[in-house]
């Protein structure tokens, strides 16, 4: 059972569709199109599997098996891969271009809501609860195509309530980041961190994401780039090649960024990272 909330905001992400949804008890249920979700303990799965192919299958094969080992590989590895840094100052930096604290209550009464693309074990849920004004009301929203890294996610969150931004609830979904089962102009912040290199389309996963996202609203995505102001050693490139190994050309792809979006901004988050964000006009 999906709660009523929830279910007001889903949408059938079939082809050409995005019709609203309603449970019927054994799943979640299109009546625009005839297509049926499965729910399985809670959750969603909105989302073709003929459709994960590639990368998207790899990685997905990959998350699911190392998916206890994710967190304390990214906190010891890419420091150490870095030589530099910490994992928390890498957050830090793409929490800033969120710009979350300058959120406001809708004057609409309309909740407020926060959106983040493969969320993975939910490892940024403190850092935006910590960065967003502390009284105001809003609803997380987090989808993930690995079913084992979003039970990392809600174990996090059972042995910490206090974790979650907002309201206490994480309203999550099994998703593909390029089809997203929302309707567009839904939230108020979109990110993504730490994936879009692998996707088999990164433009349509940047489309989707600028399509859900509120006018005016920052989109906020990072990956992995060698930081192209600096030098590297042999060390850091032999390095950086062994963590993206499923990428040909790792880089920031700004060049599929969605036509008529402004406020551009490319910039190295670490020496292994770059940040990217834009907004769509009104």
Do not use: K
Not at 150 to 173: E, I, N, S, W, Y
Not at 176 to 182: F, I, M, T, V
Not at 194 to 221: C, H, K, N, S, W
Not at 261 to 267: L, R, S, Y
């Amino acid at each position: 059972m999906i709660a009523p909330d929830e279910l007001r905001l889903l949408r059938c992400p079939a082809p050409r569709c995005g019709a609203p949804l309603r449970d019927d008890g054994a799943a979640l249920a299109c009546a625009s199109c005839g297509a049926r979700w499965p729910v399985v303990d809670g959750l969603p799965r909105l989302y073709r599997e003929e459709l994960v192919r590639g990368n998207d299958r790899l990685l997905r094969f990959i998350y699911d098996r190392f998916a206890a080992l994710h967190d304390v590989s990214v906190q010891v590895l890419i420091p150490l891969f870095q030589t530099e840094g910490t994992e928390r100052a890498l957050r830090d930096a793409y929490v800033h271009r969120m710009a979350l604290d300058a959120l406001r209550p809708h004057a609409d009464g309309s909740p407020v809501r926060v959106l983040e693309v493969g969320a993975g074990t939910g490892a940024n849920l403190s850092l935006v609860r910590d960065a967003l004004p502390r009284t105001l009301p809003v609803e997380y929203w987090a989808m993930d195509l690995s079913a084992s890294m979003l039970a990392q996610l809600r174990r996090r969150v059972a042995r910490d309530p206090g974790v979650v931004p907002g309201d206490g609830r994480v309203r999550l979904a099994m998703a593909d980041a390029h089809a997203l089962p929302y309707p567009a102009h839904s939230f108020d912040r979109v990110f993504h961190i730490g994936g879009i290199g692998g996707y088999r389309d990164p433009a349509g996963a940047l489309a989707e994401m600028a399509r859900v996202a509120a006018p005016g609203t920052p989109v906020v995505v990072v990956d992995e780039q060698l930081d192209p102001a600096r030098s590297h050693t042999l060390y850091h490139r032999a390095m950086f090649r062994a963590v993206t190994f499923y990428d040909r050309d790792p880089h920031c792809p700004r060049e599929h960024v969605p036509a008529g979006a402004v406020d551009v901004v490319e910039e190295a988050a670490s020496r292994f990272f770059y940040c990217l964000s834009f907004r769509m006009p009104a």
